[in-house]
């Protein structure tokens, strides 16, 4: 099982096809998948609010910007995987 965060915003469709890339590697992957809503965090809008969507894995350091495709999400997630 992998865990990734993505980070987003409300309205942002950018993040919509983020998270629809996801939900295509789900199952294949045995993702979780826990969206970050970063308006919620002055932090969190000062570090991803030009950068949305990011996407992490828990225990990485790494992180996956905007734009990528599936086969590079993909990549991104089972090589970082311990």
Not at 18 to 36: C, K, P, Q, R, Y
Not at 56 to 64: A, D, M, P
Request: hydrophobic fraction near 45%; aromatic fraction near 6%.
């Amino acid at each position: 099982m992998i865990t990734v965060q993505l980070y987003t915003t409300l309205g942002c469709h950018l993040c919509e096809q983020a998270l629809a890339l996801l939900n295509g590697l789900h199952t294949e992957l045995d993702l979780v998948i826990e969206s970050v809503e970063i308006a919620e965090s002055d932090e969190l809008v000062e570090r991803y609010g030009i950068r949305i969507p990011v996407v992490t894995r828990t225990g990485s350091i790494e992180e996956l910007g905007w734009p990528f495709n599936e086969s590079t999400l993909k990549a991104f997630l089972t090589e970082a995987a311990p």
